[in-house]
Nanobody, 121 residues
């Protein structure tokens, strides 16, 4: 099976920075897109940023110019560098990868367990 493990969340003051990491492990054949989502209580999970296998990136308007997504294919890892953090960035952040493992013929979505990011004003 495949597992995603996140790290890097925490408490930071407004204007500060955090770096999230998400590493996939298990019987991985190939990874397509990787992305980061976030969710606050009572709201739907929203896409923050994603990156294709070719390196093309997408950012939500709310984080453009402040967040940077990157990936290390050799380590099956995706990162989210978050700078100039604002209180409204407070949320649980989830990574998602589109993965084909050795036991299936197609790609499927795999999620991390979530990591809390809290930005104080």
């Amino acid at each position: 099976q495949v597992q995603l493990a996140e790290s890097g969340g925490g408490l930071v003051q407004a204007g500060g920075s955090l770096r999230l990491s998400c590493a996939a492990s298990g019987s991985i054949f190939s990874i397509n897109a990787m992305g980061w989502y976030r969710q606050t209580p009572g709201k739907q999970r929203e896409l923050v940023a994603d990156i294709t296998s070719g390196g093309r990136t997408y950012y939500a308007d709310s984080v453009k110019g402040r967040f940077t997504i990157s990936r290390d294919n050799a380590k099956n890892t995706v990162y989210l560098q978050m700078n100039s953090l604002k209180p409204e960035d407070t949320a649980v952040y989830y990574c998602k990868m589109v993965i084909k493992n050795y036991s299936r013929s197609d790609y499927g979505d795999y999620w991390g367990q979530g990591t809390q990011v809290t930005v104080s004003s």
